[in-house]
């Protein structure tokens, strides 16, 4: 079946701009609720950055700790029902950043549900290998929760590549909705998008949800520095980790994501020089998918604040650094990719 994108003007229909907003984060109304994605947190300070003028300094991420404080803070004030890490939890895949990464992950645990994906510098090489990943968050750490789904199991004997929580799901409700929430590695082979596919088609009665490190960016593989900037952007044709056996956002969308008609929201990151972009395209099933990139770095974080009886999702960028809305960054001046509101049906 032929998969259309929505061009630009149809764009317009499912996303409008909010309006300025004065400093500081409003309250969630009563009957909202929001799901925080947290972008790329590969700032780290200190020796496990290998930086010869820090080689002595602690290993440090204050933009990650401000990321999870903010959001700890400000869980009931949001009506914060989940939390999504969008992979590149760590820039360097060694014991000590990923030390920090738990450590910073830990304020959340216990105090509301969250998930995360893998991305390409959380694992070894193109290999897939993600055993340090799995020693910090592994699916034993999640077991308690019931509102942990489970995890592709991986190859047997292999669990290093794609299992033990590498690949996961987790479910949740709020406003009287049920979701499904699945946590996909950078470039899942085709197995782990069968696992996915079984995982959504079981729970084909809640509203589906996912997160993948690698989805829009560049379309084609970059050929120069600037390409990562300024070439044409939109779901990838490349890709980073997995060789032969890794799949490309395209490949993922066709052999997947498109089949379902209960998904309506895929997140991702990877691109920290796109760093934010959204499109709406349309599934097998005439099921609008909105597709929403964000990799800022230190300039923020999102909440997505669900209004069922508006039919909207207000799209916001926080940066709790600076404490005020991230209106517009170098990389992207204009403020509709930081501050927007999709159309989303809650209340048919």
Same mark, same amino acid.
């Given at each position: 079946m032929k998969l259309h994108t929505i061009c630009v003007p149809m764009l317009l229909l499912t996303a409008s701009v909010l309006p300025a907003q004065a400093e500081g984060l409003p309250p969630a109304p009563k009957g909202t609720f929001s799901i925080a994605v947290i972008?790329?947190?590969?700032?780290?300070?200190?020796?496990? %950055? #290998?930086?010869?003028?820090?080689?002595?300094?602690p290993t440090t991420n204050p933009v990650f700790e401000s990321i999870t404080d903010c959001i700890v803070d400000e869980l009931e004030r949001q009506r914060i029902v989940f939390v999504s890490h969008v992979g590149d939890i760590v820039d360097i895949n060694n014991d000590e950043q990923w030390?920090?990464?738990?450590?910073?992950?830990?304020?959340?645990?216990? @105090?509301?549900?969250?998930?995360?994906?893998?991305g390409?510098?959380?694992? %070894?090489?193109? %290999?897939?290998?993600?055993? *340090?990943?799995?020693?910090?968050?592994?699916?034993?750490?999640?077991?308690?929760?019931?509102?942990y789904g489970g995890c592709y199991p991986g190859e047997t004997g292999k669990p290093e590549v794609s299992g033990n929580n590498a690949n996961s799901y987790q479910r949740f409700s709020a406003g009287g909705m049920?979701?499904?929430?699945v946590h996909l590695e950078c470039n899942a082979p085709d197995p782990v998008l069968d696992w996915a596919s079984e995982v959504l088609t079981q729970h084909a009665d809640r509203r589906a949800i996912i997160t993948t490190h690698m989805d829009l960016g560049p379309r084609e593989h970059p050929k120069a520095p600037r390409d990562?900037?300024?070439?044409?952007?939109?779901?990838?044709?490349?890709?980073?980790? +997995?060789?032969? #056996?890794?799949? %490309?956002?395209?490949?993922?969308?066709?052999?997947?994501?498109?089949? +379902?008609?209960? *998904?309506? *929201?895929?997140?991702?990151?990877?691109?920290?020089?796109?760093?934010? *972009?959204?499109?709406?395209? @349309?599934?097998?099933h005439g099921n609008t998918v909105h597709e929403l990139l964000s990799d800022y770095g230190a300039e923020g974080f999102r909440l997505m604040r669900f209004i069922p009886d508006q039919n909207k999702i207000e799209v916001r960028t926080w940066n709790p650094v600076k404490q005020k809305y991230c209106e517009q960054t170098k990389i992207v001046p204009h403020r509709d990719q930081h501050q927007f509101t999709l159309d989303y049906p809650m209340t048919n």
């Open positions: 972008p790329d947190t590969q700032h780290y300070k200190g020796r496990s %950055t #290998n930086r010869k003028t820090q080689a002595e300094a030390a920090v990464a738990q450590s910073c992950m830990n304020k959340l645990h216990g @105090k509301v549900p969250y998930g995360i994906s893998v390409n510098h959380d694992m %070894t090489g193109k %290999t897939g290998n993600s055993a *340090l990943f799995q020693k910090y968050f592994p699916q034993s750490r999640f077991a308690e929760f019931d509102w049920n979701f499904i929430i990562y900037f300024d070439a044409p952007k939109g779901r990838m044709v490349w890709k980073k980790c +997995h060789g032969a #056996n890794g799949n %490309t956002s395209q490949q993922m969308w066709e052999k997947c994501f498109s089949k +379902h008609k209960n *998904l309506f *929201l895929i997140c991702c990151g990877d691109q920290s020089r796109t760093q934010a *972009l959204h499109q709406s395209v @349309k599934g097998q």
